[in-house]
């Protein structure tokens, strides 16, 4: 289809690397109806030489119009469109967790017993919740340990303490998925849960400090509060409902 709307795209092609923000840069002008120039910078020396000559610190640059817009996150605000900025708060990475638990628990239930309404569903999504948060706390044990010394109230007493915890939570998790060794689970889920949550209300409602949580890992930007007692309680309350059981 025709269009008037063109734009120029200077964007790094080479052997070894093929700029990923430059694909998405041309994908986002071809969606906003631009006919594309999609310019290569084919070498390292070629694309210093562009930086040089259009006094830009990084490719890819989109022109429209023969004026630069600039790279792939100045042409979203260009559009109107949203620009996420790393440094801000979300809750994204709580939601996926929980959403996946969630429906990886329906799942279960339904391969496994035929049916979603059981109070197993409820059981493997707490359990799966663990396990999940675990992973993300495992993925960087030495990130996570440093941002969990903020506010945990054990481990600023037992430094080793920030270590072993997604170990704990991973083990409790997985030995309540498969319901077994639920002696060991359910101290070990009452214990950690109970801790965290007494760490965190202190430090949030007590203190009324702001701080990142820890609970989806080290490099989150989740803030400290609802969810990581959320987190905690629940633990509590699997321990407390299989110990009743």
Same mark, same amino acid.
Request: with cysteine; net charge neutral; proline share 4%.
């Given at each position: 289809?025709?269009?008037?709307?063109?734009?120029?795209?200077?964007?790094?092609?080479?052997?070894?690397?093929?700029?990923?923000?430059?694909?998405?840069?041309?994908?986002?002008?071809?969606?906003?109806?631009?006919?594309? &120039?999609?310019?290569?910078?084919? +070498?390292?020396?070629?694309?210093?030489? /562009?930086?040089?000559?259009?006094? *830009?610190?990084?490719?890819?640059? %989109?022109?429209?119009?023969?004026?630069?817009?600039?790279? =792939?996150? &100045?042409?979203?605000?260009?559009?109107?469109? +949203?620009?996420?900025?790393?440094? !801000?708060?979300?809750?994204?990475?709580?939601?996926?967790?929980?959403?996946?638990?969630?429906?990886?628990?329906?799942?279960?239930?339904? !391969?496994?017993?035929?049916?979603?309404?059981?109070?197993?569903?409820?059981?493997?999504?707490? !359990?799966?919740?663990?396990?999940?948060?675990?992973?993300?706390?495992?993925?960087?044990?030495?990130? /996570?340990?440093?941002?969990?010394?903020? =506010?945990?109230?054990?481990?600023?007493?037992?430094?080793? =303490?920030?270590?072993?915890?997604? /170990?704990?939570?991973?083990? %409790?998790?997985?030995?309540? *998925?498969?319901?077994?060794?639920?002696?060991?689970?359910?101290?070990? %889920?009452?214990?950690?849960?109970?801790?965290?949550?007494?760490?965190?209300? =202190?430090?949030?409602?007590?203190?009324?400090?702001?701080?990142?949580?820890?609970?989806?890992?080290?490099?989150?930007?989740?803030?400290?509060?609802?969810?990581?007692?959320?987190?905690?309680?629940?633990? *509590?309350?699997?321990?407390? @409902?299989?110990? !009743? @059981?």
């Amino acid at each position: 289809m025709q269009t008037d709307k063109r734009a120029t795209l200077y964007r790094m092609v080479m052997p070894e690397h093929v700029c990923p923000y430059g694909l998405k840069a041309r994908h986002l002008l071809r969606s906003e109806g631009y006919a594309v &120039d999609d310019q290569w910078l084919e +070498s390292r020396e070629e694309t210093d030489a /562009f930086k040089h000559r259009h006094h *830009v610190a990084a490719t890819p640059q %989109a022109f429209i119009d023969g004026a630069r817009v600039g790279g =792939y996150d &100045d042409l979203r605000r260009y559009f109107g469109r +949203s620009v996420q900025d790393p440094e !801000a708060t979300s809750y994204r990475p709580v939601v996926a967790i929980f959403g996946m638990a969630a429906l990886i628990a329906l799942a279960t239930a339904w !391969a496994a017993l035929g049916t979603v309404w059981a109070v197993r569903t409820v059981e493997w999504f707490v !359990a799966f919740s663990m396990c999940l948060l675990a992973v993300q706390k495992l993925q960087d044990v030495e990130s /996570f340990s440093t941002m969990f010394l903020n =506010y945990d109230l054990l481990a600023r007493r037992w430094v080793p =303490y920030a270590t072993l915890f997604p /170990f704990l939570e991973a083990l %409790a998790g997985v030995l309540m *998925v498969a319901d077994a060794l639920l002696w060991v689970a359910i101290p070990v %889920a009452f214990f950690i849960g109970s801790v965290g949550a007494v760490s965190v209300f =202190y430090a949030v409602y007590v203190q009324k400090r702001e701080l990142k949580c820890a609970c989806v890992g080290g490099g989150s930007n989740v803030p400290l509060g609802f969810v990581s007692l959320t987190e905690d309680l629940m633990m *509590v309350a699997m321990a407390l @409902w299989m110990l !009743a @059981w």
